[in-house]
């Protein structure tokens, strides 16, 4: 049995995506714009590109890129950041540093990192690890430095080297936090691996996007939006379930994730 | 002031040269200086001597902010003195070590381990085999009355409950010094009860040395071989008092017992007297 309020919370997001294609398919017939095809139009290009095997290796290359970028960056920032919660002199040397990249957009350093590496792949997947690594570094200091003190005496206590505290305390007690960051830098990796694409255009879901525009293929360029879109979505509600699997020890009773899981 | 019968220093002394066979901690002219953050110096300990015997119960008994969770952590190897050493059987403490083992006032349970996970985290540490270390660590939680909790995280359990938490979770490495800092501090008096009478029964079980920190005179004199009274600013030894009571003590017996009153009132007053809160030096 499910119940009403169940149901209700399931039927949310499903009515959300309707209403707002309803919208878009009115507008559009409104307009008129040849710019602006309707929503049918752009849902219906859909099976065509994912149909087409060009097409299909584009997309599969930009996930790839993207994979990488993420997987890297996290296996790196995580590490680092808990370093610096802990550590004055590693925060006090990894600061500035990053106080100086943060604000940069990363998308920004692409012609320079072009310059050095090339149009390829790892032009577009270092874009795509620093984007990720500033928001996961940032959580992981902030979740080390909030670890109750208490705690890391009583590993001490029991015979936990300092390595292994950070390991073993540092790192589980902070999970929450990390796991935070990791969300933001899922959601920025998407958006930087469309942007080098955009800037550097020699494969991809950017690429097709973008000479679709060029050649003025409307419905491809609103249905890449929609598949991108709908990437981003599936990839956040895949990455909330395993969160919420991995932190059900902190989480309070009631709450109401942000998300579409 | 003489108030208490015995003072004869059986268990508890201030360190003089020749030491008795049987000391296990010494404290030797420990003095803490902390930086507040009005940059001046704040002394929180001032040459603090003590010795503890093995197998004694000791409770340290002082107004708030005397620095009884201070001389705790640095017994404990948690924090070190400014000046002066504290020793374990001789060797001068450096750091924290399985040999003593903190039961704090904040509980610090690992939240991310259910009751089982965090009372097994010790021994696993030690190299207990896993099989062996659960089936230790079941019949603690069992000992301390948690039984059917055993797979609850640390977030679904009352304050009490993760007290008894903390107490197993320390219980299972087997330290040879318990260090309690007001670990019934924030509970109920009927579940404070509780905890003293299994507390007292499990320590005259193994018999494991304990300096226990405390704000409740009845709870000291209950529990305690020897009351060491601290006064405030800066934090000293006032007066260590010998209680003299036969054991295994009985709460209801106890009570009705005119010395144990005796102790209770006369400490009472002491600790009245050196409870002004001092300005800050
Ligand atoms: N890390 C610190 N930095 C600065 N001052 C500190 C620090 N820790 C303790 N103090 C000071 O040292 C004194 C003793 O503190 P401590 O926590 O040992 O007192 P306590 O006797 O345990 O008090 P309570 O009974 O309230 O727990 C206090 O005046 C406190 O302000
Ligand atoms: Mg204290």
């Known amino acids: 049995m499910i119940s009403q309020a169940a149901m209700a919370k399931r039927a949310a997001p499903v009515l959300a995506c309707v209403g707002l294609l309803a919208i878009w398919q009115f507008a559009s017939l409104g307009l008129e714009s040849d710019s602006f095809p309707t929503a049918i139009e752009a849902i219906r290009a859909i099976p065509d590109i994912l149909g087409d095997k060009e097409s299909l290796i584009n997309i599969l290359a930009s996930l790839r890129r993207m994979a990488i970028g993420f997987g890297i960056a996290v296996l790196l920032s995580i590490p680092l950041g808990l370093l610096m919660g802990r550590s004055r002199a590693v925060a006090a040397f990894f600061n500035p540093l990053l106080m100086i990249i943060y604000p940069v957009p990363k998308a920004a350093l692409m012609p320079i990192i072009m310059l050095w590496l090339g149009v390829g792949d790892i032009t577009k997947t270092l874009v795509i690890f620093l984007g990720v690594s500033l928001p996961v570094i940032y959580h992981s200091f902030e979740g080390a430095k909030a670890v109750e003190e208490k705690m890391l005496w009583s590993g001490a206590a029991m015979g936990l080297s300092p390595l292994q505290r950070l390991v073993r305390i540092v790192l589980p007690a902070a999970l929450p936090e990390i796991l935070t960051g990791c969300r933001t830098g899922l959601v920025l990796a998407l958006i930087t691996m469309i942007t080098s694409e955009m800037i550097a255009r020699q494969s991809g879901a950017g690429n097709i996007l973008f000479n679709a525009l060029d050649m003025g293929q409307y419905d491809t360029v609103y249905a890449m939006i929609i598949i991108v879109g709908a990437m981003g979505i599936c990839l956040d509600a895949v990455f909330e379930r395993v969160r919420a699997r991995l932190v059900r020890w902190s989480e309070p009773q009631f709450d109401m994730p942000l998300s579409f899981s | ?281």
Not at chain 2, 22 to 38: G, P
Not at chain 2, 79 to 100: E, F, H, L, Y
Not at chain 2, 112 to 128: E, I
Not at chain 2, 220 to 244: H, T
């Open chain 2, 1 to 281: 002031m003489k108030v208490v019968p015995s003072r004869s220093s059986e268990w508890v002394r201030p360190v003089t040269s020749q030491q008795p066979a049987s000391a296990i901690i010494e404290i030797d002219r420990v003095s803490q200086v902390f930086q507040t953050s009005a940059r001046k110096d704040h002394l929180a300990l001032s040459e603090i001597s003590l010795t503890i015997e093995e197998g004694a119960f000791v409770s340290i008994l002082g107004p708030s902010g005397c620095g009884k969770s201070t001389l705790l952590y640095i017994v404990g190897g948690f924090v070190s003195p400014t000046s002066g050493a504290a020793r374990m059987k001789g060797q001068r403490i450096t750091g924290p070590g399985p040999d003593r083992g903190p039961v704090f006032q904040e509980f610090a349970l690992f939240p991310w381990k259910t009751v089982l996970g965090n009372v097994m985290y010790g021994p696993r540490q030690q190299g207990v085999r896993a099989h062996e270390a659960e089936t230790q660590s079941r019949a603690l939680i069992e000992m301390v009355g948690l039984r059917g909790y055993e797979s609850f995280y640390p977030k679904e359990l009352s304050g009490g409950m993760k007290q008894r938490v903390a107490l197993a979770r320390t219980l299972a490495y087997h330290p040879e010094v318990l260090l309690m800092d007001e670990p019934f501090g924030a509970l109920d008096a009927h579940t404070r009860t509780r905890l003293q009478n299994d507390l007292l029964n499990i320590w005259e079980r193994d018999r494991k040395t304990v300096l226990f920190v405390t704000h409740s005179v009845d709870e000291a004199v209950f529990l305690s071989d020897k009351v060491v009274m601290m006064s405030k600013s800066p934090g000293r030894i006032r007066e260590v008092i010998d209680i003299d009571l036969q054991r295994p003590r009985r709460r209801n017996e106890l009570l009705l017992d005119p010395r144990y009153q005796k102790y209770v009132v006369d400490i009472e007053r002491m600790f009245d007297e050196s409870d002004e809160v001092g300005s800050p030096s």
